[in-house]
């Protein structure tokens, strides 16, 4: 527990590092009362706070995380099968693994695009882009928890005559299930890095859009603030994963 | 001749090395008649373990055939269950559904919720291990998670229980107590059973036959009978004379130097053993 302390402590000290060179930056490279100012700590948490006060953040908030969760949950749907089945058979394996790798290394917004052009601007080309970025770690993290099912527990189901189904239901699924928290934990946070340039294409809400449109204000310490937003967002998401793989591996 | 549960002839097995194939046990039999509990006792790395995945129907044997019940064995069977020598523990179930786990697969006989429940409690308490039951396995010691195993294996009330080393892990006094318990439940469910050891006084306490398995390839040096009653603690004499008569025979086979093509030796070789201790053939 004092270990726990200790780092927690720890943590908080280097945040509040990172804050000071933040104003150290802005202060030192920045003249005293020109556009830079407007960067500084003070200004932004000053916006911070006004627009925490006021309603409309909620909703840009609100929309953003909605398609996190719609991409997350395609690239669940699509990955976890597609990961167990490339796990189960060698020769799939084989056969997929380049074209995975691949495809994997393609920055999906170099996609938008094209996505754009065939289906047009609106929420489904964010969610396909998002589901495509959220989809390889989990389907090789799936993959690579099928590969590494303990040879015991299979020995264990089949002295009990489980059926195919039983087999998959009750231990190849939990047993890779931390694996594929793995990847969810990978996903969101390359979900979270991909979804503010894709929202500031063709959409009117989310956090990449309030972005854009906090700079076409000129509001910038507004932008700012939003970046703080977004940083301190991403940090409670990725937290929230963590917390789900601990829960799962330590249980 | 009393019926016989299990049937194991000519039994022999092996796995392919890279370059061919390595004869692990060979030309071996064995009969199991309804609550009887035969011991197979053995060096490490003898085969004592992949026999056993033969007997289960987990493995396929090179020759030889098994029936259970009178049928041949085609694979795991709903009536006889196995604890392997690793517990083999499902690490995100709690102990309590470890022990339940596979009660309600589709090829295990039905059992209504009541009596699903009171197997699980009786199954937990026999081993000793309510306090634990909302416990995971990373929590567990390794003598915990041995029991938790065996009692996973009674929960199934099987006719046929195949042990691998079941009591390796736990220490003297836990040991005793699990030997007495299982025992108990052999006597009560009219259950059979097969245990693997190498632990020639646990052989001696607790079976009615005893078969030595030695030599590469492995074959059976020897059958012993022990026509004794429990508990037997007090029998120290008539088990020191035979535990002497086992490891004579085991010292005598690992001085023999080829044993391919040496004849079985005949069980006969205990025929001197005093007392109530007869070799068996069978
Ligand atoms: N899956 C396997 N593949 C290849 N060889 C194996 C396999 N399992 C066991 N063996 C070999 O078969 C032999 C017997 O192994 P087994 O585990 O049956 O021995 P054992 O008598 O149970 O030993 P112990 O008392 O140490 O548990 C060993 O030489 C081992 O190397
Ligand atoms: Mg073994």
Known sequence: MGRHAIHGALGVAGLLGLLLLWWLGVHVFGEADGLSARFSPQATLGSLIELLGQGEVYEHIWVSLKRILIGLLLALLIGVPLGLLVGSYRHLEAATTPAFQFLRMISPLSWMPVVVMLMGVGDQPIYFLLAFAALWPILLNTAAGVRQLDPRWLQLSRSLSATRWETLCKVIIPGVLGHVLTGVRLAIGILWIVLVPCEMLGVSAGLGYFILDTRDRLAYSELMAMVLLIGVLGFMLDALARGLHRRWVHA | ?282
């Open chain 2, 1 to 282: 001749m009393t019926e016989v549960l299990l049937d194991a002839r000519g039994i022999s097995l092996g796995y392919p090395r890279e370059h061919g194939w390595q004869s692990v046990l060979e030309n071996f039999d064995l009969q199991l008649a309804p609550g009887e509990v035969i011991t197979i006792l053995g060096p490490s790395g003898v085969g004592k373990s992949s026999l056993l995945r033969v007997l289960a129907g987990l493995q396929q044997a090179r020759a030889g055939s098994v029936s259970l019940l009178g049928e041949p064995l085609q694979g795991p069977h709903p009536r006889l269950a196995v604890a392997f020598q690793d517990p083999s523990l499902l690490p995100w179930l709690s102990l309590e559904s470890n022990v339940a786990f596979g009660l309600d697969f589709a090829r295990q006989p039905k059992l209504a919720a009541s009596e699903r429940r009171a197997r699980i409690d009786h199954a937990i308490e026999a081993v000793g291990l309510q306090h634990a039951r909302e416990q995971y396995p990373a929590q567990l010691s390794g003598g915990m998670a041995q029991r938790t195993a065996l009692a996973r294996c009674l929960a199934r009330q099987p006719q046929v229980l195949l042990l691998d080393e079941p009591f390796g892990a736990l220490d003297e006094v836990t040991r005793a107590d699990m030997q007495q318990l299982l025992l108990q439940l052999i006597a009560r469910h009219n259950t059979a059973a097969i245990l693997i050891t190498h632990d020639i006084d646990e052989a001696l306490l607790l079976s009615d036959r005893v078969l030595l398995l030695g030599n590469h390839p492995a074959r059976t040096l020897g059958q012993w009978l022990i026509d004794l009653p429990q508990p037997r603690e007090q029998r120290v004499e008539e088990l020191g004379a035979l535990r002497i008569d086992i490891l004579k025979t085991l010292r005598r086979a690992s001085r023999t130097p080829e044993p391919d093509s040496q004849p079985m030796p005949l069980p006969s070789e205990t025929a001197h053993v005093p007392g109530r201790l007869h070799p068996h053939s069978s």
